[in-house]
């Protein structure tokens, strides 16, 4: 499954990198490589390229989720991980949000919102498919923030 988070950060991309890393690290418990300065970092479940320079349709992006976007991280989920992959991530994405609690959007085929976080409240889609719903059912409590569910644009 390929999907990305789109992020609203205030430092800089190096400092993004790093905390990405170690929130990796700590959430897999299993080998973590990185690549390219720590832009790429590969696991057993996925893969996450970390984006702030040259993220592709930025003003697009931004006036779609009515943000001011400044890093992506695109993530490839492997097929024969994918449920204990998408609980490691979802654990990931609430760290994130523990560490540095960023405004963010996480969506899948390349624009379908599948879950928004503004102003200390996650809002959820209601229009998910089957398979969107049962991943985000089995993780979401693992974001530890409220939720909320509501109509969002795809």
């Known amino acids: 499954m390929d999907c990305a988070l789109f992020l609203v950060i205030n430092f800089d991309q190096d400092i993004l990198k790093r905390k990405i890393y ?17 832009s790429r970092l590969s696991c057993r479940y996925f893969t996450l390229d970390i984006e702030t320079e040259d993220i592709i349709s930025l003003d697009f992006l931004r006036k779609e989720y009515g943000m001011e976007i400044n890093a992506e991280i695109g993530i490839q989920l492997f097929e024969n991980t994918f449920e204990e992959g998408t609980e490691v991530l979802f654990n990931i994405f609430g760290n994130i949000l523990m560490d540095f609690n960023p405004d963010m959007v996480f969506v899948e085929n390349g624009t379908d919102q599948i879950f928004r976080k503004e102003n200390d409240t996650v809002i959820i889609s ?3 498919d089957e398979h969107q719903k049962k991943y985000l059912s089995n993780n979401i409590n693992l974001l530890r923030f409220p939720h909320i569910y509501q109509e969002l644009s795809n």
Do not use: S
């Open 126 to 128: 209601t229009r998910l």
């Open 22 to 38: 170690n929130i990796v690290c700590e959430a897999v418990e299993d080998v973590v490589t990185d690549y390219q300065n720590f």
